[in-house]
């Protein structure tokens, strides 16, 4: 029946032959891998586009060879001309589900979806590929899962037994060969459809198959084979003549090989011979090479040992080292040093001239060291004019060889260092004295021509007072016109009136000369002193450098946060060195030196710590690279904060003891101008980026603190001036000095002082200088309590003391010429209380204007309410009051003009 099967098959087209797959598996199997075996193919195109055009794919299901357990995989392959490419590979465990769209020809695309989101679709050629790859889907699925995905739109109970028929088949077949699995492979056995069943019929007939049954088949077809195996002994039996005659000549082509091979056997023999004679002429030939071979190295090395054995100079004649011959010897150690290397590692160093070579050699180099040593102490002892340049040129020529000597012979070395240290410690103890002793006498100078700053100075006995009446009106001019402005922004008034570039801070001409003469005396010592520092920067800088590069002292560094333990040791060690050497040398020096600047300069002048604060802790000269010098400014600048820390204190002191001007005007006390100077001085100097700027901000508020306590005393003690005068000048000027300064320190305390100004004008203004219509401002503050307690204002006016002729009989006593007078004699009292310098008469007569306008415009509105039709009016207009504060302004303005 297996035969049979299989020839119904063969005749049906359904052979691997006609399958259509050419090499496609081949070729499928290099891009899947060699490992996985193919079990179902079909071509396929992507759903939805023309299949002509569209890109083709291959939906291949395999099973992995490797593994015990089967294991399968869904891999899908696109197909580019010829090339093929893996565009998705898939488990057949995640096969969820299957949908066959329909079970019959009238779709031809399916859809494989798997772990229920990815999904493949596509379309096959005919139904018939599509159901068969279905079939073995099944079949694949139903052997290696437990439960099988879901199949839609399919009839499952036709693949349960498709699956049947295909393993029957399989059990029938064996170990058949494996043409019959190919054709299952490919095809998976189904049932024939009504059109394959006529077709086989048809077939069968014209065939003349009348077989009925297998059997009856197999025992024709036995009969059949016997009857051959006869007609096969049949025609050996006739070619028997043929096969005699086959023998004999074979038997002649057999003599004829054994004549053939004993002529190969004597030719052998002549090539053994030949090829001993060949190779006892090679053996000769080598033996000769390796003579002129060894020959022509033995010559080389000879050379060699020639080059090395001749110098160009007589190591006899260098018994002396001066610096004339300093290059030659430098030259000379150099070549004596590498010629005795070389040849301690020759093949030839074992010969007498290379032992004599070496030998003269070493004993040239052994007297280098002392020579060195006696020709630099000899220099060493030279003055050279006291300046360390000269000595650094003069050793910087001996830099190779020291650095030669410092590994040939390092006792020596240590005896040639210790020289130069004491050597140049001497001439930097002359060098230093000298510098500092001359800067010192200039500094001491000027104790003799004044004591130097301070706040509690004597003042002058020249008063502001004193300035011209020209000047005064000069201040003024101008100044009355713009009082309607003034009215109309009381800010203007009460805020800033100008930057304090424009207050006048010269006092007499007596003392701006003396501060003119101290700012110029601190800017001489503010030089003198950047001229230190610039003379002891490079200084060590210069040291520093030397000792690098001509004895390989290490720079001092800053240690890094990141280093390792080893690397913080090894760093301050060299550290601990270097400045041990460089103290020796200079820093102990200038260190004593530059103390005893600092003490004298503050002895002439305190105000001088200033100056050294600000250049130590800045300095503009180059220290960012030297930590050493960076370490040295800071002792330094710790000696300087303490003395200005004292300076701070000593002013604070002489605040307190400020005495108030012996002039008429009290005008801005001796302590406020200095706080101004010192301020702007300081400003001028300092960096508002600089790091210490903190312990300046500290002075800063510390003195303006002593300087408020000082106003406010001195407001009480002097008796020529109301209180509120000193306190608002003085509090005005300060207050418009920290605004230009814009000192954010200060901020907190210009506040204060802007509301002390304000506070102490309105109370000068509002007390002190009285009101020209008093009696009219007593009236109308009845008349405002009596409309505070509850009264209509109509009825005001039927109260005895607030009645129409009452008021009538009062603004009878203030006609505009009594107002006049009465104004006339404020402004005159507020000229002689208020100092030019300050410029604030305008500001306190406007203040004064606005503050009686604001009366005025307050009362007219109250006769209006409480005194309605009754025709009464004041004696005087408001722009008559305006007009009286203008024209007190008019001489000045022509005086001016």
């Given at each position: 029946?297996?035969?049979?099967?299989?020839?119904?098959?063969?005749?049906?087209?359904?052979?691997?032959?006609?399958?259509?797959?050419?090499?496609?598996?081949?070729?499928?199997?290099?891009?899947?891998?060699?490992?996985?075996?193919?079990?179902?193919?079909?071509?396929?195109?992507?759903?939805?586009?023309?299949?002509?055009?569209?890109?083709?794919?291959?939906?291949?299901?395999?099973?992995?060879?490797?593994?015990?357990?089967?294991?399968?995989?869904?891999?899908?392959?696109?197909?580019?001309?010829?090339?093929?490419?893996?565009?998705?590979?898939?488990?057949?465990?995640?096969?969820?589900?299957?949908?066959?769209?329909?079970?019959?020809?009238?779709?031809?695309?399916?859809?494989?979806?798997?772990?229920?989101?990815?999904?493949?679709?596509?379309?096959?050629?005919?139904?018939?590929?599509?159901?068969?790859?279905?079939?073995?889907?099944?079949?694949?699925?139903?052997?290696?899962?437990?439960?099988?995905?879901?199949?839609?739109?399919?009839n499952t109970q036709m693949l349960e037994e498709t699956v049947f028929l295909s393993a029957t088949l399989k059990d029938l077949e064996g170990d058949q060969p494996s043409s019959l699995e190919n054709v299952e492979h490919e095809y998976k056995l189904k049932y024939l459809t009504k059109e394959e069943e006529i077709d086989l019929e048809e077939v069968c007939m014209n065939c003349k198959w009348e077989i009925e049954s297998a059997e009856e088949f197999i025992a024709k077809q036995t009969m059949e084979l016997s009857g051959l195996d006869k007609a096969n002994i049949h025609s050996i039996m006739n070619v028997e003549d043929e096969i005699i005659k086959l023998f004999e000549t074979m038997d002649k082509a057999i003599e004829k090989l054994d004549q053939l091979d004993n002529s190969l056997q004597m030719y052998s023999e002549i090539l053994t011979q030949e090829e001993s004679r060949i190779l006892n002429i090679s053996d000769m030939s080598s033996n000769q090479s390796m003579r002129v071979t060894n020959n022509k190295k033995l010559l080389q090395k000879t050379q060699e040992l020639v080059e090395l054995l001749s110098i160009p100079f007589n190591l006899g004649d260098l018994d002396t080292l001066n610096d004339y011959n300093l290059e030659s010897f430098s030259n000379a150690v150099e070549i004596a040093q590498s010629k005795v290397r070389i040849l301690s590692n020759h093949e030839l160093k074992d010969m007498q001239c290379a032992q004599d070579f070496i030998e003269n050699c070493q004993n040239f180099l052994a007297t280098v060291p002392d020579l060195l040593l006696s020709e630099l102490s000899d220099k060493f002892r030279k003055d050279w004019q006291g300046k360390h340049r000269?000595?650094?040129?003069?050793?910087?020529?001996?830099?190779?060889?020291?650095?030669?000597?410092?590994?040939?012979?390092?006792?020596?070395?240590?005896?040639?260092?210790?020289?130069?240290?004491?050597?140049?410690?001497?001439?930097?103890?002359?060098?230093?004295?000298?510098?500092?002793?001359?800067?010192?006498?200039?500094?001491?100078?000027?104790?003799?021509?004044?004591?130097?700053?301070?706040?509690?100075?004597?003042?002058?006995?020249?008063?502001?007072?004193?300035?011209?009446?020209?000047?005064?009106?000069?201040?003024?001019?101008?100044?009355?016109?713009?009082?309607?402005?003034?009215?109309?922004?009381?800010?203007?008034?009460?805020?800033?009136?100008?930057?304090?570039?424009?207050?006048?801070?010269?006092?007499?001409?007596?003392?701006?000369?003396?501060?003119?003469?101290?700012?110029?005396?601190?800017?001489?010592?503010?030089?003198?002193?950047?001229?230190?520092?610039?003379?002891?920067?490079?200084?060590?800088?210069?040291?520093?450098?030397?000792?690098?590069?001509?004895?390989?002292?290490?720079?001092?560094?800053?240690?890094?946060?990141?280093?390792?333990?080893?690397?913080?040791?090894?760093?301050?060690?060299?550290?601990?060195?270097?400045?041990?050497?460089?103290?020796?040398?200079?820093?102990?020096?200038?260190?004593?030196?530059?103390?005893?600047?600092?003490?004298?300069?503050?002895?002439?002048?305190?105000?001088?710590?200033?100056?050294?604060?600000?250049?130590?802790?800045?300095?503009?000269?180059?220290?960012?690279?030297?930590?050493?010098?960076?370490?040295?400014?800071?002792?330094?600048?710790?000696?300087?904060?303490?003395?200005?820390?004292?300076?701070?204190?000593?002013?604070?002191?002489?605040?307190?003891?400020?005495?108030?001007?012996?002039?008429?005007?009290?005008?801005?006390?001796?302590?406020?101008?200095?706080?101004?100077?010192?301020?702007?001085?300081?400003?001028?100097?300092?960096?508002?980026?600089?790091?210490?700027?903190?312990?300046?901000?500290?002075?800063?508020?510390?003195?303006?603190?002593?300087?408020?306590?000082?106003?406010?005393?001195?407001?009480?003690?002097?008796?020529?001036?109301?209180?509120?005068?000193?306190?608002?000048?003085?509090?005005?000027?300060?207050?418009?000095?920290?605004?230009?300064?814009?000192?954010?320190?200060?901020?907190?305390?210009?506040?204060?002082?802007?509301?002390?100004?304000?506070?102490?004008?309105?109370?000068?203004?509002?007390?002190?200088?009285?009101?020209?219509?008093?009696?009219?401002?007593?009236?109308?503050?009845?008349?405002?309590?009596?409309?505070?307690?509850?009264?209509?204002?109509?009825?005001?006016?039927?109260?005895?003391?607030?009645?129409?002729?009452?008021?009538?009989?009062?603004?009878?006593?203030?006609?505009?010429?009594?107002?006049?007078?009465?104004?006339?004699?404020?402004?005159?009292?507020?000229?002689?209380?208020?100092?030019?310098?300050?410029?604030?008469?305008?500001?306190?007569?406007?203040?004064?204007?606005?503050?009686?306008?604001?009366?005025?415009?307050?009362?007219?509105?109250?006769?209006?309410?409480?005194?309605?039709?009754?025709?009464?009016?004041?004696?005087?207009?408001?722009?008559?009051?305006?007009?009286?504060?203008?024209?007190?302004?008019?001489?000045?303005?022509?005086?001016?003009?």
């Open positions: 029946s297996h035969y049979f099967i299989q020839s119904n098959l063969r005749l049906l087209g359904m052979t691997s032959k006609n399958t259509g797959r050419g090499k496609t598996p081949h070729t499928i199997t290099s891009v899947i891998g060699e490992n996985e075996k193919i079990e179902e193919i079909v071509g396929v195109t992507k759903i939805g586009k023309d299949k002509t055009k569209a890109k083709k794919y291959f939906i291949v299901i395999t099973r992995l060879k490797s593994s015990p357990d089967p294991r399968y995989s869904v891999f899908c392959i696109s197909q580019n001309k010829d090339v093929l490419r893996l565009k998705k590979k898939f488990s057949l465990n995640d096969l969820s589900s299957v949908d066959f769209m329909a079970d019959n020809d009238s779709r031809l695309d399916f859809l494989l979806i798997f772990n229920e989101v990815k999904v493949l679709h596509f379309i096959t050629d005919t139904y018939e590929r599509k159901r068969k790859f279905l079939i073995s889907l099944f079949r694949t699925c139903k052997s290696i899962k437990a439960v099988l995905p879901i199949f839609k739109n399919v000269a000595r650094h040129i003069n050793v910087a020529r001996f830099k190779s060889l020291l650095n030669w000597c410092k590994e040939f012979s390092p006792v020596v070395y240590i005896s040639i260092f210790n020289s130069y240290e004491e050597s140049i410690q001497k001439c930097y103890s002359k060098e230093i004295s000298n510098y500092f002793k001359d800067k010192i006498g200039t500094i001491q100078k000027r104790s003799n021509l004044d004591k130097g700053f301070s706040f509690a100075g004597k003042q002058t006995t020249t008063s502001m007072a004193d300035v011209s009446a020209t000047q005064k009106s000069t201040n003024r001019s101008g100044s009355m016109t713009s009082i309607k402005e003034s009215l109309g922004s009381m800010s203007n008034i009460k805020g800033s009136l100008g930057s304090v570039d424009s207050v006048n801070v010269k006092g007499s001409e007596d003392s701006m000369t003396t501060y003119q003469n101290q700012k110029e005396q601190n800017s001489k010592f503010d030089n003198l002193f950047c001229k230190v520092l610039d003379f002891i920067t490079p200084l060590v800088i210069d040291e520093e450098d030397h000792l690098n590069e001509v004895f390989g002292v290490p720079y001092m560094v800053d240690i890094p946060a990141n280093a390792t333990d080893e690397e913080v040791r090894q760093l301050k060690d060299d550290n601990t060195t270097t400045n041990n050497i460089l103290v020796k040398l200079l820093g102990a020096k200038l260190t004593e030196e530059l103390k005893q600047l600092i003490e004298a300069s503050y002895k002439v002048d305190q105000y001088y710590s200033l100056y050294m604060y600000l250049r130590l802790g800045k300095p503009s000269h180059n220290q960012e690279g030297s930590v050493f010098l960076k370490r040295f400014y800071s002792s330094s600048l710790i000696i300087v904060k303490r003395q200005f820390d004292q300076f701070i204190k000593n002013q604070v002191t002489q605040i307190g003891e400020t005495k108030p001007h012996k002039s008429k005007k009290c005008g801005i006390l001796h302590c406020v101008h200095k706080y101004d100077h010192f301020v702007r001085d300081t400003e001028r100097l300092f960096d508002r980026k600089l790091e210490r700027r903190t312990e300046i901000e500290k002075g800063y508020v510390q003195l303006l603190e002593a300087v408020f306590v000082a106003i406010d005393r001195i407001a009480k003690e002097q008796q020529k001036v109301p209180s509120e005068v000193v306190l608002f000048e003085n509090y005005h000027h300060l207050g418009e000095l920290m605004k230009a300064m814009r000192l954010t320190c200060l901020s907190d305390l210009q506040k204060k002082a802007t509301q002390l100004y304000e506070s102490n004008l309105n109370e000068y203004v509002t007390v002190k200088l009285g009101n020209p219509i008093m009696k009219i401002s007593t009236f109308f503050a009845g008349v405002k309590q009596s409309l505070t307690s509850a009264m209509r204002p109509e009825e005001v006016g039927f109260q005895i003391n607030y009645s129409r002729n009452v008021l009538k009989g009062i603004i009878k006593q203030y006609p505009l010429k009594d107002v006049r007078k009465s104004i006339e004699n404020v402004l005159n009292k507020i000229e002689k209380h208020v100092c030019e310098e300050e410029g604030l008469f305008e500001v306190v007569s406007a203040t004064y204007l606005h503050n009686i306008m604001t009366q005025i415009t307050e009362y007219q509105d109250l006769l209006k309410k409480c005194y309605p039709d009754s025709g009464i009016t004041f004696e005087f207009k408001a722009d008559e009051i305006t007009h009286i504060f203008e024209s007190r302004g008019k001489p000045h303005q022509k005086t001016k003009g």
